[in-house]
């Protein structure tokens, strides 16, 4: 009898390249339309950072033992609920650090070559007649908030451009040639760009703060292709209006899925869906992941990436 796989992240990819080896049922609209007997039968749930999963819903489901998330975040899956349950909680540790890290070079091209108001200029039949001279960005300073491998994928990138790279993370990457500054105030101040790729949660929420935006200065630029809960949009988009930066490029927001209006009318800022992730080899590479983790879980008791904090083997909740 195949495993069923409960399905949180309503994305047809995975079934579709994962339902040769698992059955899944689609509770992205919650577990109420399932029978108790079904619920039963559940050990894996399927999920993403930002849906996560709550001590509720693992009540939901008495035989659960696995919570894998797709992408690397995991911040609204209540830890401390699973850990208390036996339930082991994975993720997918820098699957996509390569196509997140080159829609963040993109966004910021895209903003401070200002491409997506001259195409609009282009469309209309209109030239460069008033077009003010943009600047470059290579030979400029960036300055990469959060160095995983999201951070360190963009490092990579920048250093194409010809760009000095310098970090503030959770902690100094001695393994790394790039300048370390103790704080995101002091970052924000020394860069022209600042680049943030942090993951969610409490520690992060809101980080970049009005005064961060000062530092970086009327001339800075400010790209967010993390998790939008590091900056209040209503503070961002006042600093967008008043010259506090010249610009910005956003993948994420704090009021997702929508996007907020403050932001929509502004020229200065190149906005995208939360879609920096969404390429079909990050797809395949997720699939896959999911796919090891999932059946050494069922076959063992053991995942390959649990999220950091966590055990990596159900053994660990015992004795």
Known sequence: MREIIALKYANPAYPAKLGHLFDFVDCSKGFGALAETDLKKIKVLVTAGLLGASDEEMSMLPNLGLIACVGTGFENVDLSAARGRGILVTHGAGVNAGA????????????????????????AGGWNAGWKPAPMVSGKKVGIYGMGRIGEAIAKRAIGFDMQVMYFSRSRKEDLPYRY?????????????????????????????????????????????????AISSEVLA??????TIAGAGLDVYDTEPTVPEALRGLENVVLTLHTASYAPEIQE????????????????GRVITPVPGMPSSSNSFMG
């Open 285 to 300: 590479i997720t699939a896959a992941a999911l796919a090891k983790n999932i059946q050494l879980f069922l076959d063992e």
């Open 238 to 243: 006042s600093a967008l209006s008043d010259g």
């Open 100 to 123: 997140v890290a080159d829609q963040a070079l993109g966004l910021l091209l895209s903003a401070v070559r200002g491409i997506p108001r001259q195409d609009s200029i282009a469309r």
């Open 181 to 229: 500054l103790p704080t995101l105030l002091e970052l924000a101040d020394a860069c022209d760009f600042l680049v943030s790729c942090v993951p969610g949660g409490e520690k992060t929420h809101h980080s970049i703060s009005r005064e961060v935006l000062r530092a970086l200065g009327p001339s800075g630029y400010f790209v967010n292709v993390g998790r939008g809960t």
